[in-house]
């Protein structure tokens, strides 16, 4: 197990629950201290003992493969216990109240909550209940914010900045907490947003979030430097939001034809998991102009910094 980080940043806060709160220097300063951790995932021993004797519970009320396995990798790189709450037999399937569910939780003494759920601000109502720190792994159509570190970490490594550039994020916008805190991150560091989609996949609200909103995915790709996708929620639409999965790719979706609208070095990012053929097309998905698999491995990287900067608040820390 190798020596502490090197990097002096502290994170001057007990919870992460947004990007909204989260200063320029703070996210910059997590963004460098990610940097730390994706060169330390690359040598073959990938462990520090930052959370040695620490407890990490990953509280997952939404099924996540991805996100989840990624707080796991990350929380046992850096030396926590590490548990997985599994919802589907737990008691909050009997009827308990979220709040009934903290304090079980705070009875056990961990030292850090992973929380995702589906309700906008769940997280924050955890971090009122219990004495550990609490990470939003995604509430609602509220927040994500590691999602958005994670997709800044990897324009910046790739763009080698984030300040003037134009980034699109494209689709279904309406239910996307990815879409979020993006836009909260990305105008923070001083990039232009664009939002693309059809109306009945943008918020009533879409004006105050300081965004140019294009109703059609050529005008709106051209001369971006950043085309971010995302996945079409299905399972949160009640109603008929989109007439067909075949006509939503038709216009919306994204393929090689209207990616040529973009600048010629243009990248593709999506948070996953991917709709193939519903929001983009596997040729783009797959191209040489793809982050999509980059994304992933900073998201380890990035959770690593988020649970290390965290940590040097806990008691005893």
């Not at 006509?247 to 209207?258: M, Q, S, V």
């Not at 609208?261 to 991917?274: I, N, R, T």
């Not at 998201?299 to 910094?305: I, N, S």
């Amino acid at each position: 197990m190798t020596s502490n980080p090197t990097a002096s940043f502290t994170l001057q806060r007990r919870h992460l629950l947004g990007i909204e709160g989260l200063s320029p220097d703070e996210i910059v300063g997590l963004l460098d201290l990610a940097e730390e951790f994706v060169l330390l995932n690359r040598q073959v021993e990938k462990k520090r003992a930052t959370l040695r004797g620490r407890t990490q519970i990953n509280l997952f009320f939404e099924a996540s493969t991805r996100t989840q396995s990624s707080f796991e990798i990350a929380g046992k790189r850096l030396g926590a216990d590490v548990m997985n709450m599994s919802v589907g037999n737990s008691s909050v399937k009997k009827g308990e109240t979220l709040i009934d569910t903290a304090a079980t939780l705070n009875a056990m003494h961990p030292d850090v909550l992973i929380v995702r759920h589906s309700a906008s601000g769940a997280a924050e109502l955890l971090a009122r209940k219990v004495d550990c720190s609490v990470v939003n792994a995604g509430d609602g159509a509220h927040e994500h914010p590691t999602q958005a570190l994670l997709d800044a970490l990897t324009i910046r490594r790739n763009k080698g900045r984030i300040q003037g550039l134009t980034v699109a994020i494209c689709g279904d916008i309406i239910h996307s907490r990815v879409a979020r805190s993006n836009i909260l991150l990305l105008h923070a560091l001083g990039a232009q947003v664009r939002v693309i989609a059809p109306p009945t996949l943008l918020p009533r609200d879409i004006e105050r979030f300081g965004v140019d909103v294009y109703g059609d995915m050529k005008r709106g790709l051209a001369d971006v430097d950043i085309v971010m996708m995302l996945r079409l929620q299905r399972e949160r639409m009640n109603g008929s939001y989109v007439p067909s999965v075949k006509e939503y790719f038709h216009f919306w979706g994204l393929d090689e034809a209207k990616l040529r609208f973009a600048k010629p070095d243009a990248l593709v990012m999506h948070p996953g998991p991917m709709n193939r053929g519903v929001e983009i097309d596997s040729a783009v998905a797959d191209g040489a102009q793809s982050l999509i698999r980059e994304q992933v491995e900073m998201g380890v990287a990035v959770r690593m910094a988020v649970l290390d900067a965290l940590s040097r608040n806990l008691p005893n820390a």
